[in-house]
C-alpha cells in the first residue's frame, strides 16, 4: 500500500501561526489535488459536511457567519438537522450550534 506524503520544509520563518497557515495551506492544496485526481479514497456514507445554517454555504457553522442573521433559515436547517437525527439519517454525534 503506498501512501502520499506531504513535504514540509524545515525552513518556515514566522510564529507558529504563519507556520501553522503554511502548513495548512499545502495540506489542502494536497487534499484537493488526491480529490480532483480520484485518489482521495473515503467512505461518502460517513462524511458530512459543515453547512451554515444562516446562509447555506459550505465550510463554516452559522456561528462563524458573517452574513447578516437569518433566524427562519437557522430554525429550518435546526429543523431538518433533527429531524434527520431523529430517523438514523444524521451523525447523531454532532450538536446544533450555538445560537449567535
Do not use: F
Amino acid at each position: 500500500m503506498s501512501m502520499n506524503t506531504l513535504k514540509i520544509d524545515d525552513n518556515t520563518e514566522g510564529d507558529t501561526l504563519t507556520q501553522v497557515k503554511e502548513i495548512m495551506m499545502k495540506v489542502v492544496d494536497a487534499y484537493h489535488a488526491l480529490c480532483t485526481s480520484g485518489k482521495w479514497h473515503v467512505n461518502h456514507k460517513r462524511v458530512s459536511l459543515i453547512v451554515c445554517w444562516n446562509c447555506g454555504e459550505e465550510g463554516y457553522r452559522c456561528e462563524d457567519c458573517t452574513k447578516a442573521k437569518n433566524q427562519s433559515n437557522i430554525d429550518a436547517a435546526k429543523k431538518k438537522w433533527q429531524s434527520s437525527k431523529d430517523s438514523g439519517g444524521g451523525s447523531g454525534g454532532g450538536k446544533p450550534p450555538q445560537q449567535q
